[in-house]
């Protein structure tokens, strides 16, 4: 895989909560990754219930430089707001600003490194009683 350039926008979109804690770890997942990729231009967004919108993380990477905007679901499968929702609303953020282009990937899927992530919280819970 290639160094991304600094110039790519990440944005990380959830469905959205009307519990800030459900919200909040959005929020750690993309200080996480943006320490962790050394990624520049990290936003989050949420789908509804919750700011900020797509729109508003479409804007504030604009705000910050990016050229292009890479939107990535962050859901486990691929499903109505993954495939069409999430698509929508990028389309329309990219409406704003018809210079910037943008590409919207799979959602997480099925990936073996899941199975440690799974593993983990598994062991936790074992560890617990």
Do not use: W
Not at 71 to 82: Q, T, V
Not at 100 to 119: A, K, N, Q
């Amino acid at each position: 895989m290639g160094e991304i350039p600094e110039t790519i926008g990440i944005i990380l979109v959830d469905h959205g909560s009307r519990q800030s804690t459900a919200n909040d770890m959005l929020l750690e997942v993309v200080r996480a990754f943006k320490k962790t990729s050394g990624i520049p231009i990290v936003e989050q967004a949420h789908m509804e219930l919750a700011d900020p919108t797509l729109m508003d993380a479409f804007a504030s990477c604009v705000d910050q430089g990016a050229k292009e905007i890479v939107i990535h679901p962050y859901f486990l499968a691929p499903g109505r707001h993954s495939t069409q929702d999430i698509p929508q609303l990028a389309e329309k953020a990219a409406a704003l600003f018809p210079l910037i282009p943008y590409r919207v990937t799979e959602p997480l899927g099925v990936d073996s490194r899941i199975s440690d992530v799974i593993l983990a919280r598994i062991q936790e819970s074992l560890g617990d009683t």
